[in-house]
């Protein structure tokens, strides 16, 4: 398939970046060359076959709803942030 | 390796790694260099061991951390501009269990931002130089760890492996790399690529070096529930003649001529030792790194999308709402390659597009695992190159991504499939450049794997 200016668009919006003009036209090459490539699979007939999202042999690793001691408290935490008030992380106005 | 003793102490290791990792500056493996921290370390193992308290099996040991492992010692970065700042409150559980047996980080090194690259050309901090050219890299995205190895700096390096960034810069410096079983080592406390492919892992110089590490990071982690219990400290390795498979689809044009011969050598040598040679056909491995760049990027876009410049790392500051925070943020700080693997990820797992990418790619996985699980039923082990390439010139693909996806086609699969693979030297190109190939086997097959390439040396 091609891959239009308005897609890479749309896919910036979804993975929440602002791109610059040149980055848009780049990004619209490489992605078209990526995407031409992983189109190979249509090669496959694997209509019949079950697909496979994790190859790790235990089920259900179940554990006790309890309260662990943790590495980091609340202050450690806030301290990561750029601005903080009152406990809280502060950033710029939302609406 | 050289542990501490009454004789070597703790400190003189350490102090030796570090005038080492100076001497090396020029290759820029380090993103941080911990010598406070490291010679504090060093101290206070050498005093337990003057007052003849019992230290841990890798006592004064230096090594070196590839910058996504979380630790209180050093920014965590993951190469990536977006995690510039971030001190970690926490660390990672294979950290705390190598130095709960003395090892001592002496700095954390260089990778492609993020892990995503097969080079470290995509550091945020510019790229790692290879050991043995430096005029071509180092190998990716582990290519600090790789090099730090390699040049003798350290004597191990952890790495990650989410389709070969073990063991594709463990064969461009001419060392061991594993990539072990899936689950089989703590996830906790590494920035997370592909949940479902990510594995931690080692570089050494030998396969002991290499046994002694597992059998110290193995085990299961109330932290990580996809770690399995540890099976690698009660594997039995029985020694014997071996059936080991070579795979006829990876021997052909496109495969670099030297590496072909390496690897018939090491068949020649297998032979001598009475060991029996199997082709196999395995026709679904070439589907393998297509569907690897649908469902990693699918993973990773999911993973990757808590870094929103909120709660740690970089911010941008110039955003006057919260919307143009997050896409600033992100736009700054994410590198071209961790955006163009961002926007295929969201690309594949969008609606229309999901049945004809993501679905085809889970189902595709099905076949390589079945296709492993085949190959396992004939053979004890399988040999193939790690890479088609031995080390290519800096700049020379890291502006074409697919030509740089290629050079992963050998790798992949066993994350797709979950089986071990290791990394061995095998000789050098007439130019010097370092040979490598991989030893994989069945899941938990890991200790078996590491004995095994003694066969090869």
């Known amino acids: 398939m091609d891959i239009k200016r308005e897609d890479i668009i749309h896919l910036a919006e979804l993975s929440n970046f602002s791109l610059p003009e040149k980055e848009i036209k780049s990004l619209q090459t490489d992605l078209q060359g990526i995407i031409r490539y992983i189109s190979q699979l249509d090669e496959l007939k694997v209509d019949d ?16 709803d309890e ?29 | 390796m050289k542990v501490a003793n009454k004789k070597v102490t703790a400190e003189r290791l350490v102090r030796d790694a570090l005038e080492k990792a100076k001497h090396f500056e020029d290759y820029h493996i380090f993103t941080f260099i911990n010598e406070e921290g490291a010679l504090k370390k060093a101290r206070e193992i050498d005093q337990k061991i003057a007052r003849g308290e019992k230290v841990g099996r890798l006592a004064g040991v230096p090594y070196a951390l590839k910058d996504n492992f979380l630790s209180t010692e050093g920014e965590t970065t993951a190469s ?41 050309e995509n550091s945020y901090f510019g790229p790692t130089l290879n050991s043995h050219d430096k005029q071509r890299v180092a190998g990716g995205s582990s290519g600090g760890s790789a090099v730090a190895v390699a040049l003798d ?8 492996d989410t389709g070969g960034s073990v063991r594709q810069p463990a064969s461009f410096n001419g060392i061991y790399g594993l990539k072990p079983t899936y689950g089989t080592i703590s996830r906790y406390g590494v920035v997370a690529m592909a949940s479902s492919t990510d594995c931690i892992g080692f570089f050494t110089k030998t396969p002991e070096d290499m046994d002694l590490l597992m059998s110290v990071a193995s ?4 932290k990580d529930m996809t770690t399995l219990p540890d099976y690698y400290n009660d594997s039995v390795y029985k020694k014997g003649p071996a059936k080991v498979g070579i795979i006829k689809d990876f021997d052909n044009d496109s495969v670099h001529p030297e590496i072909r011969k390496a690897l018939k050598n090491k ?37 990757l999308s808590r870094h929103d410049g909120i709660r740690y790392g970089f911010r941008s ?45 889970a189902k595709a996985r099905t076949l390589i695992v079945q296709e492993y699980a085949r190959a396992f039923s004939k053979v004890d082990y399988i040999l193939t190159p790690v890479s088609p390439n031995p080390a290519f010139k800096l700049g020379e693909k890291v502006d074409d991504p697919v030509a740089m996806y290629l050079e992963d086609v050998m790798s992949v699969s066993l994350n797709l499939a979950g089986v071990p693979g290791l990394a061995i030297p095998a000789g050098e190109t007439k130019e010097g450049l370092s040979l490598g190939l991989q030893l994989v086997g069945p899941r938990r097959s890991d200790k078996a794997l590491i004995e095994f390439s003694k066969e090869l040396i």
């Open chain 1, 67 to 95: 309260i662990l001691p943790q590495e980091a408290d609340r202050e450690a935490l806030l301290a990561l942030t750029k601005e903080e008030k009152d406990n809280q992380i502060k950033v710029p106005k939302v609406l």
């Open chain 2, 267 to 303: 068949v020649e040598l297998l032979k001598s030792k009475g060991h029996e040679i199997i082709e196999l056909e395995m026709p679904a491995l070439k589907y393998g790194l297509a569907a690897y760049y649908i469902l990693v990027p699918a993973e990773l876009c999911s993973n």
């Open chain 2, 317 to 361: 500051e110039k955003s006057k709402d919260l919307d143009a925070l997050y896409e600033n943020t992100r736009n700054e700080g994410f590198m071209p390659e961790n955006k163009r693997r961002i926007m295929i990820g969201n690309f594949v797992l969008s609606s229309g597009f999901y049945d004809a990418y993501f679905l085809k790619a």
């Open chain 2, 153 to 160: 700096i350290v004597e191990f390096a952890t790495g990650t």
């Open chain 2, 80 to 120: 990536a501009h977006i995690l510039q700042g971030f001190n970690s409150p926490v660390t990672a559980t294979s950290v705390a269990k190598l130095e709960a047996e003395g090892a001592i980080m002496i700095g954390r090194t260089n990778l492609d931002a993020f892990a995503h690259g097969s080079s470290t």
């Open chain 1, 49 to 64: 076959v079950e697909p496979t999202y994790q190859v790790f042999e235990m089920e259900n690793v179940w554990r006790e």
């Open chain 2, 219 to 222: 085990g299961q982690d109330s």
